[in-house]
């Protein structure tokens, strides 16, 4: 199995520019994939693959990835972004998930 | 539209079994593996595992082997998570997930709560 570690709480000011990072030497071999997840309800898909955003995602979401860290960056943070992020990933079989501990959000 | 809905809350005593349902609609329900997902109150995601929709292969996670069983019925297009010898730590929140590629989560249902206590 592997592990990803993700920082606990990030706070942005609205309309700035925030980082969320995922570390996990998974992200050597594949994308990351990230959920966004407001309280009391369910995980919503936000990007996976190469930069791929679902029908409905704005394009202020968008993510990267550089040796054993990916990214999901927001540029120009919403009220509506605030909640937890989740990221996912493959596990070094290839064959597993596994999540990130999740970070929450704060859009001040 | 994609749309996977769930049994709702289930009380269960220590011990008991529990079967969560996850009925899905808008897509060829074999076309697309489903992910069990659980949450545990106040914690985060931890991924239960897979089953491919088209062979019936399910695939668990470490920590997922022996007392949970992934199952369908693809003629009502149902996935099914049982749980057997239920414990007090398995309370949470289980979600189905089906894939948008392969074992990547993209649909998700509800959530079904599923309280053990005695």
């Known amino acids: 199995s592997s592990e990803l570690t993700q920082d606990p709480a990030v706070s942005v000011a609205l309309g700035h520019t925030v980082r969320i990072t995922c570390q996990g030497d998974t992200f050597r071999s594949y994308y990351a994939t990230w959920y966004h997840q407001k309280p009391g309800q369910a995980p919503v898909l936000v990007l996976y693959?190469?930069?791929i955003r679902p029908s409905g995602i704005p394009d202020r979401f968008s993510g990267s990835s550089s040796g054993n860290t990916a990214s999901l960056t927001i540029t120009g943070a919403q009220a509506e972004d605030e909640g937890d992020y989740y990221c996912?990933?493959?596990?070094?079989?290839?064959?597993?998930?596994?999540f990130g501990g999740g970070t929450k959000l704060t859009v001040l | 539209q994609v749309q996977l809905v769930q049994s709702g809350s289930e009380l269960k005593k220590p011990g008991a079994s529990v079967k969560v349902s996850c009925k899905a609609s808008g897509y060829s329900f074999t076309n697309y593996g489903m992910n069990w997902v659980r949450q545990a109150p106040g914690q985060g995601l931890e991924w239960m595992g897979w089953?491919?929709?088209?062979?019936?292969?399910?695939t668990y996670a470490q920590g997922f082997t022996g007392r949970f069983v992934f199952s369908l019925d693809t003629s009502v297009s149902t996935a099914y998570l049982q749980i057997s010898s239920l414990k007090a730590e398995d309370t949470a929140t289980y979600y189905c997930?089906?894939?948008?590629?392969?074992?990547?989560?993209?649909?998700w249902g509800q959530g079904t709560l599923v309280t053990v206590s005695s």
């Open positions: 996912n990933g493959r596990d070094s079989s290839g064959n597993h998930l596994v």
């Open positions: 693959g190469k930069n």
């Open positions: 089953i491919n929709t088209d062979t019936g292969n399910p």
């Open positions: 997930a089906r894939d948008v590629v392969t074992i990547i989560p993209g649909y």
